[in-house]
């Protein structure tokens, strides 16, 4: 790989191929890295879904350009598009890998975090396990100076293609547990939850596989203030005390867990949720988990809680401003007698409640000409997949059917969404 690649300082350290599993070789990358490379992507119109892939070819091939090449950009035009929901139009100028995509930080969750560092008032920064760069994007673009490492070699040449436009930016590709931190006031550390390769790669579940592992993560976080992104379901007894654990969702999607550490970390904040979505941003926080509120009689409404909210536990919080109260003891869904615009939860009027007994609810769809049917379910073993196909909803009318426990006994909610 080169010394300077597209404006970025790029440092490679000559990892044999036989190290890491790839699925894009390095000579395919330079090639896809070529003047004719780049200008046959970006002379591609948008990929859809229902483009004769065959026929793209068989026309490529015919203009004369190699089989290996056809391939590279056929598959990085699929990935920009699916990228647009992650990157908007700074998509169509990137190039991806399958698991970096994967893995990347929305670009606007990426502007929060560099806004943190912003605001601590931190200048120089190393994001450790940049992946294809998305992070250090967003803290470039605010004029903070970023090293950015990156293990895989192709992947660190895609961030540095990536990263070109900001001179502020070194791309070192380097193991981040033996990378040189000196100098450097904050880290940004995204370990890599997947196995290893640019495809179709799993996802681990032990944090001792992650890379680099998470008690790597958090002894540096002890020593450097630093924010550490995990995914949103990991064992939350795992974040040590005093850090800040913040739950981030967009568009009712749980999309991951930044724990903060030091001045990163917000006073007396150690436990919160952030919804972002239409209505902008918005945000619970607190101390610790809250305790939730009272169990009490079924009211008129229905709310379901974000998911950040769930993970966060501040659902009590959340019930307390809407004067709500619990279906039932450790179920994540609230009821009262009034309805209430909040980010925070989706609001339900409650149509009917019935016991859990697929015949009765069948008749009260056939009823109301129910024929498309939403079913949630919380602390009840039901798949909804299968129960939809048992009610065999039909109609010209829509609900929502919540399968739970209201007042510990198993409920069928049928429910239609309030909109404000």
């Known amino acids: 790989m080169p010394e300077l690649l597209y404006g970025v300082r790029w440092h490679s350290c000559k990892a044999s191929a036989s190290d890491y599993p790839m699925q894009m070789e390095s000579s395919e990358l330079i090639e896809l890295l070529s003047p004719e490379g780049l200008r046959l992507l970006d002379s591609l119109p ?3 879904s229902t483009d004769d892939v065959l026929k793209s070819v068989s026309s490529l091939r015919a203009a004369g ?7 590279a950009v056929l598959s ?3 990935l920009r598009s699916r990228a647009d929901l992650k990157f908007g139009p700074f998509a169509t100028r990137m190039l991806f890998t399958e698991a970096g995509l994967e893995q990347a930080t929305r670009l606007r969750v990426a502007a929060l975090h560099a806004g943190r560092f912003k605001s601590a008032g931190f200048t120089r920064l190393a994001d450790l396990g940049c992946g294809i760069g998305g992070d250090a994007m967003a803290m470039a673009a605010i004029d903070l100076e970023v090293t950015a490492v990156e293990r895989d070699e192709v992947t660190a040449a895609i961030a540095a293609y990536n990263l070109a436009p900001w001179p502020t930016v070194t791309v070192l590709n380097e193991d981040a547990t033996a990378t040189n931190l000196e100098g450097v006031e904050a880290v940004y550390l995204d370990p890599a939850r997947r196995t290893a390769g640019h495809g179709h790669t799993s996802r681990l579940t032990d944090p001792a596989d992650f890379s680099p592992s998470l008690d790597f993560a958090f002894e540096l976080a002890e020593r450097l203030p630093t924010g550490i992104k995990l995914g949103p379901g990991i064992d939350r007894e795992l974040v040590p005390d005093g ?12 999309v991951e867990l930044g724990v903060w550490s030091r001045e990163l970390s917000r006073h007396g904040i150690r436990r919160a949720a952030l919804v972002l979505g239409e209505h902008g941003a918005a945000e619970l926080t607190a101390g610790a988990d809250s305790e939730d509120a009272e169990v009490g009689s079924l009211g008129e409404f229905l709310f379901e809680p974000d998911g950040a909210v769930i993970r966060a536990r501040l659902i009590g919080d959340l019930a307390r401003t809407l004067d709500a109260r619990m279906l039932s003891s450790g179920i994540a869904y609230l009821t009262a007698d009034l309805p209430a615009d909040t980010p925070f939860a989706s609001c339900f009027r409650v149509i ?7 015949k009765a609810i069948k008749r009260e769809l056939v009823v109301r000409e129910i024929g498309t049917l939403e079913i949630k379910k919380r602390g009840v073993d039901v798949d909804p997949a299968q ?14 059917l919540f399968v739970t426990r209201v007042a510990g006994k198993h409920t069928a909610l049928l429910a239609e969404r309030v909109l404000f």
């Open 352 to 358: 009917t409640s019935l016991p859990f007994d697929e």
């Open 65 to 71: 350009h190699s089989p290996g090449l056809v391939a």
């Open 46 to 48: 948008a990929w859809r």
């Open 243 to 254: 850090m800040e654990a913040q739950w981030v969702s967009v568009d009712r999607e749980v």
């Open 387 to 400: 129960l939809r196909k048992k009610l065999s909803p039909k109609g010209g009318g829509s609900a929502t």
């Open 76 to 78: 990085q035009s699929k």
